[in-house]
């Protein structure tokens, strides 16, 4: 279903606020790294993600889900909201640096908060830095309290052959695909009630941004894992990204996650990448010290704040990535 845009409002700066369109997107790009480099305060803050991608891509995989901010007929800032099933969140949320603290991330907010409420979403959330008072304090007015640290971690890929058993969902037939994807959304569904995985599935699949990996015990579906890689994605050159891995629950799923960790690894070889990235939420404390033991080291953290503070799938037996950036 295709939610309804909401009504532009007037802001304390006069934005308005409307959804993006494509044609926005080379403004919207342009926000999203000026703002980002000048708040983490790099030399060039165009620079900020090299040639990681992450406006486009998020915008064709759902734009009635992109909320662009308006003045005087420019763009001036932009907040992207991502549903997977009962799971929501949003980001990246942006405003031109000049025009900060007028309220115009307030009225991005607003209309992701009626989409969230539109879409039945009963856990959301966003990452965030956790140093910055203003941030956590600006969240906290819309319910959400910052819970666990989460960690940006890497590897190098190395060069050493493994084998592991995983298939890729770009390999399947149209049909094929369908019926992977209801075997997806039980899997990620034992984990959370309702947790869907499709949105991202299909944009990689779509958009050709890396591909879905898959872990099979005989016929059950143990283990998923959407990864982008390469330039032009969420990954940037010479990386793969693990934007969503889980395992089955219950006594084997170390041992799964181990296995998806090498599937991963082996992908991102194939795929010409020398760093795997990835993102864990601290709460998922088992799965954290698997990514150590793994050879993952955190290069930053920030922190989750999620909706009411329920923890959702923040759990320490949960073996999942993920991190919400
Ligand atoms: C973060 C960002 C989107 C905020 O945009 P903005 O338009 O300046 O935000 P607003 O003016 O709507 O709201 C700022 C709010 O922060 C809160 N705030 C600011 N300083 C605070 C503090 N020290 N303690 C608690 N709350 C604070 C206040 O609630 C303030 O709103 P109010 O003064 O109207 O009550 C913008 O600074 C930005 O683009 N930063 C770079 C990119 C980024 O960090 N994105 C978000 C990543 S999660």
Known sequence: MTPTPPAPRAAQSGATIRLAHESDLPAVDRIFRVAFGTYLG?????????????????????PAAVFAAELDGELVGANFATRWGSVGFFGPLAVRPDLWGKGIAQLLLAPTMELFDRWGVRHAGLFTFA?????????????????????????????????????RFSALSGPEKLACLEACRELTSSIYDGLDLEREILAVDNQHLGDTLLTWNLSQLVGLAVCHAGRGTEAGSGKCYIKFACVRGGPSAPREFRRLLNACREFGLSAGAATL???????????????????????TQGVVMERNAEPGYNRPDVFLIDDWR
């Open 42 to 62: 790099l030399p060039d803050p165009m620079q900020f993600t090299g040639d990681a991608e992450y406006i486009r891509t998020r915008w064709l995989a759902d």
């Open 131 to 167: 140093a910055s008072a203003k941030h956590v304090g600006l969240y906290q007015k819309y319910g959400f309290w910052p819970r666990f640290l989460t960690a940006l971690m890497e590897r190098q890929i190395g060069t050493e052959n493994t084998t592991t058993q995983w298939t």
């Open 277 to 299: 990235i990835a993102g864990m939420n601290l709460a998922r404390l088992d799965a954290y010290r698997e990514m150590l033991g793994a050879g993952f080291r955190a290069t």
